[in-house]
């Protein structure tokens, strides 16, 4: 099986940073996309950032310039550096990625998610 556990959410005034990580283990042959969504109360879940396995990143405008998402295929990790956080970004922050399992199996799998909250 596979399985994607996040980490580093958690409370931080407006204007401060956190860095959210995402580790896939299990068996897993190759990942491919790899992303980051947010959900916050009474909203619909939300794509927040992008990276491919070659490492081309994409992310909203509402996030461009205060985050970054990078990736280190050897340890089948992606992160998501926030900065400048508002309040706004307030959400339960998931990881997606398309893996390609070691029985050559293709799927879509979430993490858990992890609890981010900007105080005002």
């Known amino acids: 099986q596979v399985q994607l556990v996040e980490s580093g959410g958690g409370l931080v005034q407006a204007g401060g940073s956190l860095r959210l990580s995402c580790a896939a283990s299990?068996?897993?042959?190759?990942?491919?996309?790899m992303s980051w969504y947010r959900q916050a109360p009474g909203k619909q879940r939300e794509l927040v950032a992008t990276i491919t396995r070659g490492g081309t990143s994409t992310l909203p405008d509402s996030v461009k310039g205060r985050f970054t998402v990078s990736r280190d295929n050897a340890g089948n990790t992606v992160y998501l550096q926030m900065v400048n956080l508002k309040p706004e970004d307030t959400a339960v922050y998931y990881c997606?990625?398309?893996?390609?399992?070691?029985?050559?199996?293709?799927?879509?799998?979430w993490g858990q998610g992890t609890q981010v909250t900007v105080s005002s």
């Open positions: 299990g068996s897993i042959f190759r990942i491919n996309v």
């Open positions: 997606n990625a398309e893996i390609m399992r070691r029985d050559l199996q293709s799927g879509t799998f």
